[in-house]
């Protein structure tokens, strides 16, 4: 499946699993990563797999993401029953921990449902990813912007909308004379989305993200 972003050169990383998909949904939304490198290179590593007994292992991390310090972390993404299948998966971890700190001086981590797949948060997550930004979709940021900056807070995404007028996305069908409003859109509901993608705000994502979300300053 093809995961589309901005943060990877080719505008799009194949994600051999749906796993692996909900690990880069992570990445693309969270505003401290800035880059995004698929099986960015082999690592070449001894590993344990039983005592005494040790095996060479060549291994592609599945991403490599750069984060605004310029600090780079290296992920894999392997589901539970993958890990059960393979109880030397501890000492591999390890073993590539110790690797990717050694070489490069990076982190290495290997992700499961148990830190990906944890809700509301991923919900969440897809939903600010579905009001990621689209050239044919503008919204006006610096009107919500400065909408945010000069409420009392704390304030609701509904605040700001109400502050704003309670604008509408609308569209003039082809032969009508007025515009016809979608009221399942909302303007000031994508701004904040984007806004929080960009690290400009902060949304709470351990509860359901809704126009009664709280807006929280960076």
């Known amino acids: 499946m093809e995961f589309p972003t901005r943060k990877c050169v080719s505008g799009g ?14 990445l ?5 990563v800035v880059a995004i490198s698929p099986y ?14 040790e095996d060479r292992l ?3 991390a599945d991403v490599a993401a750069k984060r605004r310090d310029g600090s780079v ?11 059960e299948e393979r109880p030397w998966h501890v000492s ?3 073993a590539l921990v110790s690797y990717y700190l050694d ?15 944890i809700e509301p948060r991923l919900s969440n997550l897809r939903q600010m990813w579905q009001h990621r930004e689209v050239r ?31 604008p509408q996305h609308a569209v003039i069908w082809e032969g009508d004379e007025r515009a016809t409003v979608l009221p399942q859109s909302n303007p000031v509901f994508t701004a904040v989305m984007q806004l929080a993608m960009r690290g400009e705000v902060r949304l709470d994502l351990g509860k359901r993200l809704t126009m009664n979300s709280l807006i929280m300053k960076v």
């Open 13 to 26: 990383i194949r994600c051999r699993s749906p796993l692996m998909a909900d690990g880069v949904l992570h």
């Open 28 to 32: 693309d939304t969270d505003p401290d």
């Open 40 to 53: 960015p290179l082999i690592a070449d590593a001894w590993v344990e797999i039983e005592p005494g007994v």
């Open 58 to 60: 060549h291994h592609f």
């Open 73 to 83: 972390v290296f992920l894999k993404y392997e589901n539970f029953y993958m890990q």
């Open 92 to 94: 591999e971890a390890n």
């Open 103 to 117: 070489v490069f001086g990076c982190v290495f981590r290997v992700l499961n449902e148990a830190t990906l797949r």
């Open 136 to 166: 044919s979709q503008p919204v006006n940021l610096d009107r919500v912007r400065d909408a945010i900056g000069s409420l009392v807070h704390p304030a609701t995404i509904d605040d700001v909308w109400r502050h704003l007028g309670s």
